[in-house]
Nanobody, 124 residues
Framework: QVRLVESGGGLVQTGGSLRLSCDAS???????MGWFRQAPGRERAPVAA????????TYADSVKGRFTISRDNANDTIYLQMNDLKPDDTAVYYC??????????????????WGQGTQVTVSS
């Protein structure tokens, strides 16, 4: 059974940093992975995606230059380093996986598995 478990969320001030982790109980090498977020009253939206190997990444325009997605396939874990956080980054952040998928599929919401989410709150 595939499980994705996020951690690392919390409360941070504007300009601060957080690193989210997603522990994946799957053979993550065969999965494109990504992060989504959902703010109150808004739809879930893609944040970043990473290829099977980790060699390629893509980001939503709103986080480019501030967020970095990475993966450790040996430990079936992906990360989202978030710097220069802003109040608009406040949301529940979800890990996502697409079996033998492309980053473009992640970013368009074609997802096979979701995590349960972790709350990130950025105070002004």
């Amino acid at each position: 059974q595939v499980r994705l478990v996020e951690s690392g969320g919390g409360l941070v001030q504007t300009g601060g940093s957080l690193r989210l982790s997603c522990d994946a109980s799957l053979d993550s090498y065969y999965y494109a992975m990504g992060w989504f977020r959902q703010a109150p009253g808004r739809e879930r939206a893609p944040v970043a995606a990473i290829s099977w190997s980790g060699a390629s990444q893509t980001y939503a325009d709103s986080v480019k230059g501030r967020f970095t997605i990475s993966r450790d396939n040996a430990n079936d874990t992906i990360y989202l380093q978030m710097n220069d956080l802003k109040p608009d980054d406040t949301a529940v952040y979800y890990c996502a996986a697409k079996h033998r998928g492309a980053m473009s599929e992640i970013m368009t919401g074609s997802i096979d598995y979701w995590g349960q989410g972790t709350q990130v709150t950025v105070s002004s």
